[in-house]
């Protein structure tokens, strides 16, 4: 145990976002106390990524209970939730040492105070009360001991992690489920980052072929990625073969759009997974129950924890971070690179990154790394 006390009280300064207007922030400075009791430790948020990942934690705030897990006493205002490095500043539990850095969950604040509990050389579980009954995906966090935290590699992998979470638990979900019969496979939203993730961890595993399903200002960057096997815009739905049995994977969460896929596919519509929603920011119960009980919303840790009670957690991450690897390794290619790296500093900066994602206007191969003093 070691313990760095940095003053009876700290003012941290954190980054507010409005529950019901996702596009406003606001920036405050605030006491944490610094006092710790066993088992707990105060980290410092160093750098974090932002995607639009990020919007629908907030979108979803409510439905998913997103906002819960770092409260800030305002009603109208929540923490949106990050992945980012940050090192310990002060340590009270055995086996984290001041100085470390782990990767993991955090709000946009400066500082986080944890309850930590089951600490190994790999990492460490979140165990406040407010984290209780939430998923525990979120609440693990990773030991970076041994890996450079300013490599491109590992801003990739702070970008990109939370995303592929999703993208490999649905790809393995569909092979658990054969692909529910389909021969085409019709994602939306193609161009972001969990969708083509989703369609590279889905290739190799399937026969049918994997139709990206776009806008036509993104249709360009949709088709040089190596994702799909076909490219089409929204208006070109029509021409995509109806007779076919399909699979529809929705990243868009756009209502008019899924009505359109039901009576595009009618009856060869074998499954309408809901996965995503970059389009719309406003979670839709409703949406999930229709259709005949086709539509069925996607949520990558109760199939995670599903996974690591068959095979191990041991297990599943190695075969994620395999493919992890793989992937990173496909989009971050210095030749013809599908992500490239955006930095910004600060959080007012960070709250132009969250306009600019909120209003569709970041631009697919964008990656933003947010950096803090």
């Known amino acids: ?149 300013n490599s491109p590699e590992s801003d990739y992998r702070i ?11 649905l790809s393995d979900y569909l092979i658990d489920n054969d692909f529910f019969g389909a021969r085409q496979i019709v994602i939306s939203s193609a161009s972001s980052k969990t969708a083509f993730g989703s369609a590279f961890c889905i290739h190799g595993n399937t026969d049918a072929r994997i139709i990206g399903l776009t806008s036509g200002r993104n249709r360009a960057f949709v088709e040089r990625l190596e994702c799909y096997q076909s490219v089409a815009t929204y208006d070109e739905l029509p021409s995509i073969d109806r007779d076919s049995p399909t699979l529809y994977i929705d ?28 389009s719309n920011l406003e979670f839709n119960y409703e949406s999930i129950d229709d259709n005949n009980g086709k539509t069925r919303f996607f949520f990558a840790a109760p199939h995670y924890r599903k996974r690591v009670k068959e095979l191990g957690g041991r297990a599943v991450l190695t075969a994620m971070d395999a493919r992890q690897a793989e992937f990173i390794q496909a989009l971050s290619n210095p030749d013809a690179p599908w992500v490239s790296l955006c930095f910004s500093e600060g959080f007012e900066e960070a709250a132009q990154v969250i306009e600019r994602l909120c209003q569709n206007k970041v631009g697919p191969d964008e990656g933003h790394i947010v950096l803090l003093p």
């Open 251 to 278: 990243f868009s969460g756009d209502s008019q759009l899924r009505e359109r896929i039901h009576q595009h596919f009618g009856n060869n519509l074998v499954h309408d997974c809901y996965a995503g929603s970059s």
């Open 1 to 149: 145990m070691t313990f760095q006390n940095p003053s009876e009280a700290m003012t941290i300064q954190r980054l507010l976002t409005r529950k019901d207007q996702l596009h406003e922030s606001r920036l405050e400075d605030c006491h944490m106390e610094a006092e710790l009791s066993d088992g707990e430790i105060i980290i410092r948020l160093e750098r974090f990524g932002l995607t639009t990942n990020n919007i629908t934690y907030a979108a979803f705030g409510d439905a998913m209970e997103y906002w819960k897990f770092f409260p800030t006493g305002q009603d109208e205002w929540g923490h949106m939730p990050v992945w980012g490095i940050g090192r310990v500043i002060a340590s009270a539990a055995d086996g984290v040492q001041a100085g470390e850095r782990y990767f993991g969950y955090y709000p946009m604040a400066t500082h986080l105070k944890l309850t930590i509990d089951q600490v190994t050389p790999r990492g460490f579980v979140e165990v406040s009360e407010q984290r209780q009954g939430l998923p525990a995906a979120y609440n693990y966090y990773t030991n970076y001991a041994g890996t450079d935290a």
């Open 159 to 169: 970008l990109l992690r939370p995303l592929f979470l999703t993208s490999y638990m």
